[in-house]
């Protein structure tokens, strides 16, 4: 059974940064896809970003790319957000998923099989 953990959210200032940490435990853990998922009040569940296995490959959705970047540590199990630049917008719960139906980095949110509980990120403007 794979378990998620995040942390790091919080209460930033507009333009201010923040890194979020999931703690992922599991059996085969470092060959999973890692993602970031996010959801604001009232909005469905959005992609942000995602790392494949070998950390050799990203993909970021649009709405944050050049702000946001997704990084991973197989030895310690931990996959990292760095937010930097936040905007008003990127209020919402994050969190971080895995995936074991694919090695490479996706956006599409049914192929994540495990997710962690959330981290709140509140940015005021």
């Known amino acids: 059974q794979v378990q998620l953990v995040e942390s790091g959210g919080g209460l930033v200032q507009a333009g201010g940064s923040l890194r979020l940490s999931c703690a992922a435990s599991g059996r085969g853990i470092s060959v999973y896809t890692m993602g970031w998922f996010r959801q604001a009040p009232g909005k469905d569940r959005e992609f942000v970003a995602a790392?494949?296995?070998?950390?050799?490959?990203?993909y970021t959705s649009d709405s944050v790319k050049g702000r946001f970047a997704i990084s991973r540590d197989n030895a310690k199990n931990t996959v990292l957000l760095q937010m930097n630049s936040l905007k008003a917008e990127d209020t919402a719960v994050y969190y971080c998923a895995a995936s074991r139906v694919t090695t490479a980095p996706t956006p599409r949110l049914y192929e994540y099989n495990y997710w962690g509980q959330g981290t709140q990120v509140t940015v005021s403007s």
């Open positions: 790392i494949g296995w070998n950390s050799g490959s990203t």
